[in-house]
């Protein structure tokens, strides 16, 4: 599972939740002094998202397998998201709770008891001083319409110096109650999620210098002990590496260092002067070993996730010094249980000295 959209779905659905008592705190509003419509980017981004997340929902319940617990943190991730930017442009004005400010992007809204004063600075526009985080005064502008002036201006005088539960007792008991509730789902779905994200979590185990090394060595050893002359066919040379790499390594092997175009079964001609690096021919270093594996190994049953062995390693040349190397080799078990190469990138730029 992905720890970085847990995480962030986590800060979002605080996020999202502190939206909505805001908006159910908020009430109806007495006067609206500018009217945002609903995002239509944000809808549809909204749309995708729902439709995406149920698209991969159907197809996995289809196949019989268990959806990744990434795509589902995803999905949620950008819908809550989503709704907390639609939820965040609400039109501007005052509310039952307390007053809208912002401009045409945002909506900023400022509880009655937050306001410490406010001035007309012009015709249609008035400056909140409202507090802040930490008690200091932060300033907010409200645009009305010049017709709305004294209504705003007596619904100002009215609520401004009245106490919470005076002033939105109902609105505030019905948004915290809401927000428990949708609190206490939230949290039984995150719970969830981690139980489906169980059998796809991996955990690394480091391996030491002297282990990786001794399975590099079991790996190349072939190809250090390899002798052309024995190689009349394509079956020889799968033979020589078959033990110590998987089928498609031996292939991307085969590519690298036979002239394909040039041989034909029982006459294999080998590429001149091609030199691949292992720790047999060039000084190398281990950068960094370690095996990924299922964290919890019941739950991986119902997925059968293979522990993988990366090796990264790098080097230069003993002929040139200022020709560097940088392989990072990746391992898989046999039904022996021992590990083999599987793959190896850095293997395909290598040219001939």
């Known amino acids: 599972m992905s720890k970085f959209y847990f995480i962030l779905s986590i800060i ?69 998201l989503c709704l907390e930017h639609i939820l965040s442009k609400r039109s501007l004005g005052i509310t039952e709770g307390g007053v809208y400010s912002g401009d045409s992007n945002y909506s900023r809204f400022t ?43 007596k619904l100002l005088n009215e609520f401004m110096n009245k106490k919470d539960s005076e002033i939105n007792k109902k609105g505030a008991f019905k948004a915290i109650a809401y927000i428990i509730l949708i609190g206490v789902v939230m949290s039984i779905g995150y719970v969830n999620l981690i139980k489906i994200g169980k059998p796809y979590m991996v955990k690394e185990i480091k391996l030491s210098e002297d282990e990786a090394v001794a399975i590099l060595k079991k790996t190349w050893k072939p190809l ?76 991986n049953k119902r997925v059968n996730i293979a522990e993988e062995l990366t090796i990264e390693e790098s080097g230069s040349s003993e002929e040139d010094k200022s020709r560097g190397y940088f392989i990072r080799s990746f391992f898989i078990k046999n039904d022996n249980g021992e590990w083999i190469l599987n793959n190896a990138t850095g293997l395909e730029n290598i040219q001939s000295p």
Not at 33 to 54: A, M, R, V
Not at 133 to 147: P, S
């Open 111 to 153: 509880k009655w008891t937050r306001i410490k004063s406010y001035t007309w600075i012009s015709e249609n526009k008035i400056q909140l001083k409202t507090w802040g985080r930490m008690d200091k005064i932060a300033i907010k502008e409200l645009e009305v319409d010049e017709k709305q002036r004294e209504e705003v201006d």
């Open 12 to 80: 979002m659905s605080c996020a999202l939740l502190y939206s909505l008592y805001e908006r159910i705190y908020a009430g109806e509003f007495i006067i609206e002094t500018k009217h945002k419509g609903i995002s239509k980017f944000y809808t549809g981004l909204l749309i995708f998202w729902i439709f995406t997340l149920g698209g991969f929902s159907i197809l996995d319940y289809k196949s019989g397998e268990s959806m990744n617990s990434s795509q589902i943190l995803q999905g949620v991730f950008w819908i809550q």
């Open 224 to 299: 250090e002990d390899f002798n052309k002359e024995d190689i009349k066919s394509r079956e020889d040379f799968n033979k020589v590496f078959e033990e110590t790499m998987s089928k498609s390594m031996i292939d991307d092997l085969y590519e690298i260092l036979v002239d394909t175009k040039e041989s034909k079964d029982g006459d294999i001609k080998f590429k001149e002067k091609v030199r691949i690096p292992t720790i047999y021919n060039t000084k190398m270093s281990i950068e960094k070993a370690y095996i990924k594996g299922p964290k919890y190994k019941e739950e």
